[in-house]
T-cell receptor
Framework: DTAVSQTPKYLVTQMGNDKSIKCEQN?????MYWYKQDSKKFLKIMFS???????INETVPNRFSPKSPDKAHLNLHINSLELGDSAVYFC??????????????FGSGTQLSVL | AQSVTQLGSHVSVSEGALVLLRCNYS??????LFWYVQYPNQGLQLLLK??????LVKGINGFEAEFKKSETSFHLTKPSAHMSDAAEYFC???????????FGTGTRLKVLA
């Protein structure tokens, strides 16, 4: 079983459209994240959720709205897509406050191309 | 606040040669440090981590790293490079008090035949 799974793997869309990316983890972790990786491979945190509660919002435009229906799921909805949103989006999870198991588990990424 | 700096965005080594990828960190509290590897078109995979136990950490695929507090470094090494080691490598830091992992800008490792 895949530990952190996200769908779709590829997303090609026009400017101005609205799209969603879904993420699920079966590790029982309390904390989930969205990271954006740009064309230069730079990884930047976007959001962090702990037990369905938003903990971190790293000055992401409000066109991006994460939603966590339960602690195993963290979805990302993007309104009015812009060219600059083209990137690879990674979902991840971790079990914070557990030193022995402190690490991030990543999904395989969603490559978003805005035309 | 925490940060990591990876020196060298591209590193090339010959097959069989030593691999050394550099990472320096900044943290006002004891850090947890990680090295992740990303193969083309894939997600990130954990190579190894330091979480305040042994300062010399061994990971998968023959990689190891040493936490040096005096130098604020966590460099990644492998005695003998293999062609399959060609990938992007990321150093990352977190602490027990934050809900974020901060990544370095990555180092692309190229292995020459």
């Amino acid at each position: 079983d895949t530990a952190v799974s996200q769908t779709p793997k590829y997303l090609v869309t026009q400017m101005g459209n609205d799209k969603s990316i879904k993420c699920e983890q079966n590790l029982g972790h309390d904390t989930m994240y969205w990271y954006k990786q740009d064309s230069k491979k730079f990884l930047k945190i976007m959001f962090s959720y702990n037990n369905k509660e938003l903990i971190i919002n790293e000055t992401v435009p409000n066109r991006f709205s994460p939603k966590s229906p339960d602690k195993a799921h963290l979805n990302l909805h993007i309104n009015s897509l812009e060219l600059g949103d083209s990137a690879v989006y990674f979902c991840a999870s971790s079990q914070k406050w557990d030193t022995d198991n402190e690490k991030l588990f990543f999904g395989s990424g969603t490559q978003l191309s805005v035309l | 606040a925490q940060s990591v700096t990876q020196l060298g965005s591209h590193v090339s080594v010959s097959e069989g040669a030593l691999v050394l990828l550099r990472c320096n960190y900044s943290s006002s509290v004891p850090p947890y440090l990680f090295w992740y590897v990303q193969y083309p078109n894939q997600g990130l995979q954990l190579l190894l981590k330091y979480t305040s136990a042994a300062t010399l950490v061994k990971g998968i695929n023959g990689f190891e790293a040493e936490f040096k507090k005096s130098e604020t470094s966590f460099h990644l090494t492998k005695p003998s490079a293999h062609m399959s080691d060609a990938a992007e490598y990321f150093c990352a830091v977190t602490t027990s008090g934050t809900y974020k992992y901060i990544f370095g800008t990555g180092t692309r490792l190229k292995v020459l035949a």
